[in-house]
């Protein structure tokens, strides 16, 4: 184990204070410019090498930016973070990632030990149940780190968000429903008080009402994000005396525990039942019966989101400025709701 | 933005040095334990907060482990740190994530990353090209950092590991194939200088040849874990003059590459063809066609992990012993090769 040069050493070796050595290599404008010189010099032939921690306590800055997310095993928020990734590292910086696993508990620690980490900036989205983190989320912005929001979002001033048109996303999903000829169309929807979620239902009502379809509040199941949620969903929807033929779902995991759902009983999809999701998972595209899913453009929003921060990295005057970026879904039709064959 | 409290204001107010606040506040042996407690309770009145970063340069401890794996977006890795944090979250740590891409230099930039960020801990699975971060590593175990490889490893003295029983996943999943009647076996391998590639191919050549099956080098193809490098081995394997009957691949992206290229062939799978894979991710139990695959009991390697480090955490004596814990491998038999219907 080598043992580790300190500033003390340096001081020594020179005869000079270790003040003066530590303000030498942080180019300090007392000290003149030839001890600068023999400081770096003689810090370079002892190897000496700065703490970049106790360098960013200094500074202020550790490059490093922190991204939180619900959960990294959903191609969405994996493909987000990549986004994030090719737009910092080529201006030098490191993203460290941290998961909530929809614990408001975990998000409110995820904060905390994101700011003791020195993190330059948080990259994030929010848990899908309601949260007490506004002391957390005050907390990133008394210390200056700008904190952006992407896909979930919250409405705290100062804070900048990139979303998508969810409305949008669950008009374009219902409305191709519609044009295969569905009447009875089910929505799996999430927690209804996160944007996001509240967005996709508004989306799926105004296409039913735009159509000349009647609106039947039996036919929303606020359901999580998981196959077996889907499953369930249809166990109740398949009870009602009329029962839908079709679902859009806010989630293509419930979308997909739907479709294997109405399989075990028989009932054939596209002819008898469509089903659309939301997120253009990667199993929508492979499986056999390709599902129908509303695409988020998530390398797009990580990039995004990571320019929004670099707009207001280091910039303490900007950082209050509000930045909404909205970008538009879009829909990839497949099996699960082509009556006529595509 | 609040006025931050410092050791200053506290000393100022107590009419007692800086010095003596920091020792106090540290539980100096030097400081009468009247005094901590005036300094504590002044501390406490005054809201002071600690600065973690600061304290964790002191006492070199963050509480924060990081972990380092190529890719998020697998469930292989994301179920592994799922099992990471069950096991640390309840003795206090937070792990916090970054990921390679495969990319030795990304990889070395990680370590280093983490290590400005002070954690305690290092839980790691290398890239699949070979790298020269040695020095990387070397610095992390010079600093006391425990470090453990999980699943992919590598040589290094000092260094625990737990992986799983690769040599054994890719026998049992060779032999399935062969109890299907198969007798021109392909296998898709990742790059064979990694030991988990080299000991799953192990596996396969020990299977063929147990069971009066010639080894033919011309059916291995050396391929990235992609749904294209499957595609593309299809095509390779099917221009030679006795093209394979059966498939065992390292990667289950690749395997679902070679079933979708099998498929617009018109090749029927598995009367005609067998495909097994290797990691048992979801989509493999999802498809219609499900996918043979070999479980490497993620959560379990991530806790297992978890333990190791535990052990070592904090104990500078024991870091130097190596600890290799190796899991058994299980074989889950789906339709991609039961010409018996289960």
Chains 1, 2 share one sequence.
Do not use: W
């Not at 930016?65 to 737009?87: H, L, M, W, Y």
């Not at 912005?141 to 996303?169: A, M, Q």
Request: neutral net charge.
């Amino acid at each position: 184990m080598s043992e580790k040069i300190t500033i003390y050493d340096i001081a020594k070796k020179l005869n000079i204070t270790a003040a003066t050595v530590s303000r030498a290599l942080n180019n300090s404008p007392k000290i003149k410019d030839s001890t600068k010189k023999l400081v770096l010099e003689t810090a370079a032939s002892m190897n000496y090498k700065q703490n970049k921690l106790a360098l960013a306590l200094k500074s202020g800055r550790s490059n490093n930016i922190g991204v939180i997310v619900p959960r990294i095993d959903s191609n969405f928020f994996a493909s987000v973070i990549r986004g994030i990734e090719e737009e910092l590292y080529s201006h030098g910086y490191q993203v460290i990632i941290c998961q909530t696993h929809e614990n408001p508990k975990r998000e409110n620690e995820n904060l905390y030990t994101l700011i003791d980490a020195q993190v330059d900036g948080i990259l994030m989205s929010v848990t899908d149940v309601t949260s007490e983190n506004d002391g957390a989320f005050r907390n990133v912005l008394e210390k200056n780190v700008p904190l952006i929001f992407f896909d979930r979002s919250k409405h705290i001033d100062g804070v900048s968000s990139v979303t998508i048109n969810d409305f949008k996303g669950g008009y374009i999903a219902t409305k191709q429903l519609i044009s295969q000829g569905c009447k009875y169309i089910a929505h799996l929807s999430g927690d209804l008080s996160l944007e996001i979620f509240k967005n996709r239902f508004l989306g799926y009502k105004q296409a039913l009402l735009d159509n000349g379809i009647q609106f039947n509040e039996k036919y929303v199941i606020q359901s999580k994000s998981s196959v077996e949620a889907g499953k369930n969903a249809i166990n109740i929807l398949l009870e009602l005396e009329t029962p839908p033929d079709a679902i859009f779902s806010s989630s293509d995991f419930a979308a997909l525990g739907a479709i294997q759902e109405l399989r075990d009983r028989n009932i054939s999809i596209p002819q008898e039942f469509c089903v659309a999701g939301f997120s253009n998972e990667p199993f929508t595209k492979f499986m056999e019966l390709s599902i129908t899913s509303v695409d988020q453009s998530p390398l797009e929003m990580g990039r995004m989101s990571a320019r929004v921060f670099l707009e207001q990295a280091g910039k303490t005057d900007t950082i209050k400025i509000e930045k909404k970026v909205v970008l538009a879904p879009e829909l990839h039709i497949r099996k699960s709701t082509s009556r006529i064959n595509l």
